[in-house]
């Protein structure tokens, strides 16, 4: 699947391209705030397994790609932020779907 560019990383790569762009380096303060920020956040030292039904992985595909993000980083900045209490839902373009669940054992 190739991904597709968002409008500022459409500006973005206009900028740089046109020489718009100016490098910068951080302060020492901001460097260690940065560092901080990467090992709390960043660190994963252990795996999990868990199995998803194929529409759920669908969506959840499609959600990171809405977000520009690989979907096993959308899975685990969702787990993070849910266990951290930093959970905030936002509309998605995907439709809602019916998991059809409750039809499967109609008699």
């Known amino acids: 699947m190739k991904k597709r560019k968002l409008p500022f990383e459409e500006k973005l790569g206009e900028a740089y391209e046109q020489g718009h762009l100016e490098s910068v380096s951080p302060s020492k303060h901001e460097l260690k705030k940065y560092k901080?920020?990467?090992?709390?956040?960043?660190?994963?030292?252990?795996?999990?397994?868990v199995r998803l039904s194929t529409p759920d992985l669908m969506d959840i595909q499609t959600r990171a790609a809405e977000e520009g993000v690989p979907y096993q980083t959308l899975i685990a900045s969702v787990l993070h932020k849910f266990v951290t209490g930093r959970f905030v839902e936002k509309s998605s373009r995907l439709t809602t779907r019916s998991s059809g669940r409750g039809k499967r054992h109609a008699a």
């Open 36 to 49: 901080q920020a990467a090992q709390s956040t960043f660190i994963k030292d252990r795996r999990v397994n």
